[in-house]
């Protein structure tokens, strides 16, 4: 059957993550599937190459299907679109693909982006898209903690005593922080790139950073509660909100053409 690409974009609010449930929760890969079974009758199952947690947000995510029929790509994606409304989740490329390729196994990396605003005033626009703190933050201490964590490490402290990853060592090859000015105080962007990530490993190293930008932890602290492998020694976990997967990258984009 041939084999198709999906780059998916999507708000993570309404879904209980990406990965369909048992219970009939409303999740993403659901909701895609279901679309494509408007097409296709009958019953389908896609892959994904990162399994969102419940509020999460995606602006690159891939995932993969199989179809019984040959489509034109330009056209699937718009038939998708149709039938995905009014859930808040559109298929923005299409690519054939060879039948090796697979959305989760033949990624080489992924991208995520943390989005956290510091203001006083609540949030409005961005409400349920960014996680907001009341106090103000330095860019150098939230720059100097994350360096601490860049490289080959046991991530022990940074991942969900739930996880399931056989191992907690991983390569984190670049955090990026910025800071833009917004009205009323200023967002905080974290850009984190790895070949792969340990369940809720973003969202506790944003949340332990988040203590190295108000002053409660010394920079050194993060190095601290690296080495010391246990959950225990891990900052606060912070909520989905502000989380978005941005890329995935493959050694031939399936999209470029």
């Known amino acids: 059957m041939p084999r198709y690409a999906l780059k998916v974009d999507y708000h993570g609010g309404p879904f209980c993550g990406w990965?369909?449930?048992?219970?009939?929760?409303?999740?993403?890969?659901a909701a895609i599937e279901a679309a494509l079974a408007r097409l296709e009758p009958g019953p389908h199952t896609i892959a994904a190459a990162g399994?969102?947690?419940?509020?999460?947000?995606?602006?690159?995510?891939?995932?993969?299907?199989d179809l019984p029929r040959e489509w034109d790509p330009f056209k699937l994606a718009g038939?998708?679109?149709?039938?995905?409304?009014?859930a808040p989740v559109a298929i923005t490329a299409c690519a054939r693909v060879a039948d090796d390729f697979h959305a989760r196994f033949s990624a080489q990396e992924r991208q995520y982006l943390f989005r956290l605003q510091a203001r006083r005033a609540p949030l409005t626009h961005d409400r349920g898209l960014v996680w907001r703190v009341a106090h103000p933050l330095s860019l150098d201490a939230l720059r100097a903690g994350a360096a601490h964590l860049v490289g080959?490490?046991?991530?022990?402290?940074?991942?969900?005593?739930?996880?399931?990853a056989a191992s907690p060592v991983k390569t984190?090859?670049?955090?990026l922080v910025s800071e833009v000015p917004i009205e009323g105080g200023a967002e905080f962007r974290f850009t984190l790139r790895a070949r792969?990530?340990?369940?809720?490993?973003?969202?506790?190293?944003?949340?332990?950073?988040?203590?190295?930008?108000?002053?409660?932890?010394?920079?050194?602290?993060?190095?601290?509660?690296?080495?010391?492998?246990n959950r225990a020694a891990c900052g606060p976990v912070c909520p989905p909100d502000g989380l978005y997967l941005t890329g995935v990258g493959y050694p031939d984009d399936p999209f470029s053409a």
Request: glycine residues 8%; aromatic residues 4%.
């Open 79 to 86: 038939a998708l679109n149709h039938h995905l409304k009014p």
């Open 196 to 229: 792969s990530f340990l369940h809720n490993q973003v969202r506790s190293i944003v949340g332990t950073l988040e203590r190295v930008g108000a002053g409660s932890w010394q920079p050194d602290r993060v190095a601290e509660a690296l080495a010391a492998r």
């Open 51 to 65: 399994r969102t947690d419940a509020g999460v947000h995606a602006t690159g995510q891939v995932a993969h299907c």
């Open 19 to 29: 990965q369909r449930q048992a219970d009939g929760q409303a999740s993403v890969q």
């Open 172 to 175: 984190l090859d670049e955090i």
């Open 152 to 164: 080959h490490h046991d991530f022990t402290t940074f991942r969900s005593t739930m996880c399931q």
